[in-house]
């Protein structure tokens, strides 16, 4: 299958999970997020808010927060752009419904460098074995997760039935260093 034909194929799959089996998941992935890596104070964290059947990372936000972790949030700059923006605590204060209906950092949420960004949770409709991810088709995260410093951690997060063996990727898509789902974080080797 081509890209567009696994985005269609994974997009319905999310459409028909059923949001009571969502929230379970959601948590239980949190849950495994906070054990998996954990917190120190000062360092920064960027996550997404959930669009479209997503898994919704806020219960571990709110952890990492409580924990002295920065947490930062993408904003929408225009076509293929996202900048990463610090929300004071709490975090849930500092955001809304923008463009695409998507809740972005507003307020007192400020602009930082990615260099600064320690560790990225980033969204998916599939990944792979390879660890190489399937976006929505506008390549905000491949033109973002080249501007991290080196070592910066990028993990893939997504339900255990968005794993699959194998996707099609182009030059430009970057493999993540780890894959997290309700089933546990798993390392590239």
């Known amino acids: 299958m081509d890209k567009q034909a696994w985005r269609n194929e994974m997009s319905a799959l999310r459409r028909q999970f059923c949001p009571v089996h969502r929230a379970e998941r959601s948590a239980a992935l949190c849950q495994n997020l906070i054990t998996a890596l954990p917190s120190s104070t000062g360092q920064r964290v960027m996550a997404y808010l959930p669009i479209r059947g997503e898994v919704d990372l806020s219960a571990g936000l709110c952890f990492y927060e409580e924990q002295g972790v920065e947490i930062?949030?993408?904003?929408?700059?225009?076509?293929?752009?996202?900048?990463?923006?610090?929300?004071?605590p709490p975090w849930q204060q500092h955001v809304q419904a923008a463009s695409y209906g998507i809740r972005e950092p507003m307020g007192k949420a400020r602009q930082v460098e990615p260099e600064s960004i320690e560790l990225v949770l980033v969204p998916g409709l599939a990944?792979?074995?390879?660890?190489y991810r399937l976006g929505y088709g506008g390549g905000y995260?491949?033109?973002?997760?080249?501007?991290?410093?080196?070592?910066?951690?990028?993990?893939?997060?997504?339900?255990?039935?968005?794993?699959?063996?194998?996707?099609?990727?182009?030059?430009?898509?970057?493999s993540l260093d780890a894959l997290l789902t309700e089933q546990g974080l798993v390392w590239r080797q």
């Not at 930062?72 to 004071?88: N, S, T």
């Open 127 to 131: 990944f792979d074995r390879e660890f």
């Open 72 to 88: 930062v949030l993408p904003k929408v700059m225009g076509a293929g752009r996202i900048e990463p923006f610090l929300c004071p």
């Open 141 to 174: 995260y491949d033109r973002f997760l080249p501007r991290l410093k080196p070592g910066a951690l990028k993990i893939g997060v997504a339900f255990s039935f968005q794993v699959v063996e194998f996707l099609p990727h182009d030059a430009h898509d970057a």
